[in-house]
């Protein structure tokens, strides 16, 4: 019982290892394409903004093409945002998260069990401090009488 015990412990804590390590490595992949794009987007957009902005004064003015090109800039924003927020470590983790599931409830029964026991054996000590001879049987007291009737001939 007691490696049963020990063994579902390390289970759930080797489970609860890897799903949090996997949930980490995400947050890192999500970081750092975050950080390269904000970059890329960053050098990319003054120039893309510069060339636009010149291209469009042409044909709609300043005004306008100022604000055309400050649209198009929170476009790709949202949509650069949208796509790292979209990776997830929930689908490689399941297996690890039933694993986990099933160690924590046969820790449970194997608990429940000891307390089965527990309870059973309080019950037949709590017996045998009131009634010591009834829980001894009448095997036990055969051989009592039996001894006392040789002691007492003698």
Do not use: C, H
């Not at 390590?21 to 750092?32: A, D, G, K, P």
């Not at 100022?66 to 790709?76: E, Y």
């Not at 924003?77 to 409830?105: C, K, P």
């Amino acid at each position: 019982m007691i490696d049963r015990v020990g063994r579902n412990l390390s289970i759930i804590v080797k489970a609860e290892r890897k799903m949090l390590w996997r949930r980490v490595t995400v947050m890192r992949q999500q970081t750092v394409i975050g950080v390269v794009a904000a970059i890329f987007g960053t050098i990319g957009l003054v120039m893309l903004n510069i060339a636009g902005f010149y291209a469009m004064t042409t044909w709609f003015g300043t005004a306008l093409a100022a604000l055309f090109v400050s649209v198009g800039n929170l476009v790709i924003a949202i949509a650069l945002f949208v796509w790292a927020a979209g990776f997830t470590a929930r689908r490689e983790i399941e297996g690890l998260m039933e694993v986990r599931d099933m160690a924590y409830s046969d820790l449970e029964a194997e608990m429940d069990a000891t307390v089965t026991e527990i309870d059973d054996l309080q019950k037949t000590v709590r017996d045998l401090v009131r009634e010591p001879l009834s829980v001894l049987g009448v095997g036990a007291m055969g051989t009592l009488v039996g001894f006392l009737v040789r002691l007492f001939r003698r």
